[in-house]
Each structure stands twice: as C-alpha cells, then as structure tokens.
C-alpha cells in the first residue's frame, strides 16, 4: 500500500473539502504516518473516513473531524499543547511546532502509539483523563466523545487559553471550543460528530424509584 498517496487522498478528500484552510494542518497531515497510531491489524483502514481501532475500545478520531477541531482551535507554533485520547492529534500538532504532551489512561494504547509519538517528539503520560497532566497548558484536545466534560480540564487551561473536544450525550454530539477567560470558560458550539464515547468519562447511569 502506498501510505504517502493514501495521505494525500485524505487530505484532499476529507479535510480540504471541508472548509478546513489551514495551509499548517494540511502539510502536517500530509507528513504524519497515520497507520502508526492504529492497531497493527486495521492498518489497511488509517486513511478511511471511519474511526480506526487503536487498542483498548480507543479508537482514531476521523480526520475531517479532527481537522475541523485544529483549526477551530487556531494552534500556533511555539505553544504548548496536552492531547487527551488524542495521540494522531498530538502528532499532527508536534509537526505544526508545538510542544505536546500525549496522556493515555491505558497502557495498551501506548504499547501501539508510544513509538511513534516519541519519534514526532512528543512526551507521553499515563494517568486517569478526568485529571490532566501539568498545568498552564496553552490547548488541550481530546479525538474522543466526553460525556460529562471535567471541570479540572478547563482547570489546567492558562488564561487565553483553548480547549477542543466532542460533548456527546446522545446519538449525535456536538464539537465545541472553550475559551478560558478571567471570569471562566466560554464556548462555542462548532459542528456535529459522533466519535466513540471515553468510557472513564462517561457517568455510570443513575436510577430513581
């Protein structure tokens, strides 16, 4: 398979046509070896426009939906970013010159990423997603569905500071960008997707008599 057209057939067909203009997110997705951050067997699926099987129920974010959040985002070179679930993201974000930080809760997601992303520069932590690693942080970006967003992620924001991730509480979610102010956070409500709900942020359902 020859992964580089497969890179250019992406971009070209599911992020570029989708408004996203940013000449910064085109390059780094042309460069970023998708296939190295999913599973040794769905290799043949890294360019769908499917979530791809990374490893324990985490799966990649689709690129036109990610591609939307980065730019939204508006990620500048030289800042520094924590990605969430996110280590394509985390990638593609080292490549556009910002210092990343990858934070997994499972171990098994970075025995198949963990490679790579040492490779692009990124540094890695492994600790549970409702408690981000480190504070201050420029951006924060998640590729999966958040349930019940917490409140220690817009915690670890600076003031200016940004936050991109899909709120999915029924079949259909919403991304959004949270801006950190010095009187809190303010969204914006962006488009709708549907990536695969992060387990340990999804509330255990309650039942009333």
């Not at 942080?137 to 967003?149: F, M, N, P, Q, R």
């Amino acid at each position: 398979m020859d992964f580089t057209a497969e890179r250019k057939a992406m971009v070209d067909s599911q992020v570029r046509v989708n408004d996203v203009t940013s000449h910064e997110i085109h390059k780094a997705m042309m460069a970023v070896p998708r296939e190295n951050y999913c599973a040794p067997d769905r290799i043949f699926a890294a360019y769908s426009d499917a979530e791809v099987e990374i490893a324990a129920d985490r799966r990649l974010m689709p690129a036109r939906d990610l591609s939307k959040l980065l730019q939204a985002a508006d990620a500048r070179e030289g800042e520094k970013a924590l990605a969430i679930a996110a280590p394509y993201a985390a990638a593609v974000l080292a490549r556009m010159g910002l210092t990343v930080t990858a934070q997994e809760a499972e171990q098994a997601v970075f025995d198949v990423v963990g490679a790579p992303l040492e490779a692009e520069g990124v540094a890695t932590a492994l600790a549970p997603l409702s408690r981000p690693v480190g504070e201050g942080w420029d951006l924060i970006v998640c590729e999966g569905g958040v349930a019940a967003l917490p409140d220690a992620w817009g915690a670890a924001l600076r003031i200016g500071g940004r936050m991109v991730l899909v709120e999915r509480r029924g079949a259909i979610g919403k991304a959004a960008l949270y801006t950190k102010g010095r009187e809190g956070l303010s969204r914006r409500e962006l488009f709708d997707s549907s990536p695969a709900l992060l387990a340990e942020l999804t509330p255990a359902p309650s039942f009333a008599l």
